[in-house]
């Protein structure tokens, strides 16, 4: 049976759970469709040392304070799964957790929201489905050659997984810093870090609030038409979270320019010379979950659905969020997200005259 309503949010993570605050507020009828058979989204299957770059205060949705994590400056990845657990139950978000949304179609005045558990019928979507679920690895040579494990970020969990091997950790952004360090700060762990260019660590006292407001302000300048300078920091620097701090200051986070090729049992660098390794961590990134869009035929040359803030140009009754800059000035952020939440909220409740 088919089911109608006025908006269905494709996710629960922190972006779903940020629109359907703001659509609750605007008295918009709308459920949540969410792969996953608990609350959390990506942050319940996060490395065991992960902790956030901003303070709790600092890290919250809209309309509630993430509370300090006892003994933490910055929280972990199960506080964040409490916080959103919690945030969910208190609000009486109408979620469906263990329902995947496979397909959105147009159907006359209205968008077919196909999912596992059955079809809805809704006058508007917000796609809210993150990056987690597909992660990126580069076609480097050999790749298919190596006989070693290979596994990307999302895989990884902790360093007594790899006890007494030589692992390559490959990828210059924060994830791969992190892990990194995680693995060099154990002595059972042999670590070479990789990158393609040399990373560069921010000043100790930068965090997630600077990197928020230089997201806001880049977005600002690019939509006034002025040349982004970046400010002090790069939203492509590496943030120096205590682990990082700890790994660099004992030497053991320098990272070498990346390798060749992969052979059978290592890599060859560039001079020439290998190196045997047991195993790959590829923290190389993810892209966005789009694949439910694929029937509306709105994704450009470069894999990216074009949006005007986080409507879809090509299809006013969509809404993506928490994709990144694209859909909102540090959107796939805890605090980034309430903003473009908002908006979508609110351009979808003109829309549908509420």
């Known amino acids: 049976m088919t089911r109608h309503v006025d908006v269905v949010v494709a996710g629960g993570g922190q972006a ?8 609750r ?14 609350p959390g989204g ?3 299957h996060m490395w065991d040392s992960l902790h956030l770059f901003s303070p709790a205060d600092h890290s919250s949705l809209p309309g509630r304070l993430m509370p300090a994590q006892p003994g933490e400056t910055y929280p972990d990845a199960g506080h964040v799964v409490d916080y959103l657990t919690d945030y969910e139950k208190r609000y009486g978000m109408p979620v469906q957790h263990g329902t995947r949304v496979d397909a959105v179609h147009r159907d006359g005045d209205r968008l077919l929201v196909e999912a596992d558990s059955g079809p809805w019928r809704a006058r508007a979507v917000i796609s809210a489905t993150g990056t987690w679920s597909r992660p990126f690895v580069p076609t480097v040579p050999g790749r298919g050659d ?3 494990r290979q596994v990307h970020t999302v895989d990884y969990r902790r360093p007594g997984d790899f006890a007494g091997q030589h692992v390559l950790v490959v990828g210059g952004g924060n994830s791969g810093a992190q892990i990194a360090a995680d693995l060099a700060l154990d002595t059972r762990v042999e670590t070479t870090w990789v990158t393609r260019r040399p990373p560069r660590l921010l000043p ?5 609030r600077v990197l928020f407001d230089v997201a806001t302000a880049r977005r600002r300048a690019l939509d006034a038409g002025r040349t982004d300078t970046g400010g002090v920091a790069s939203l492509g620097d590496v943030v120096a979270v205590p682990p990082v701090r700890a790994a660099r200051d004992a030497g053991l986070l320098r990272a070498r320019p990346m390798f060749r090729r992969l052979t059978a049992t290592g ?4 001079d020439g010379s290998r190196s045997e390794a047991d195993a790959i961590i590829w923290c190389t990134g993810f892209r966005p979950a789009l694949a439910h869009l694929a029937p ?3 994704r450009g040359p470069r894999g990216r659905i074009e949006t005007a803030g986080t409507r879809a140009v090509g299809e006013p009754r969509l809404h993506l969020l928490g994709y990144g800059d694209w859909t909102g000035p540090a959107s796939a952020t805890l605090i980034g997200v309430g903003r473009p939440a908002r908006e979508a909220a609110r351009q979808i409740a003109r829309r549908l005259d509420i």
């Open 146 to 148: 190596f006989t070693g």
């Open 42 to 44: 990506a942050w319940q």
């Open 296 to 298: 509306l035929g709105l």
């Open 16 to 23: 779903g759970l940020a629109a359907g605050y703001h659509l």
């Open 267 to 270: 890599v060859q660098w560039d």
């Open 204 to 208: 100790d006292d930068v965090d997630g």
């Open 25 to 38: 507020r605007l008295g918009v009828d709308f459920t949540v469709l969410d792969a996953g058979p608990a």
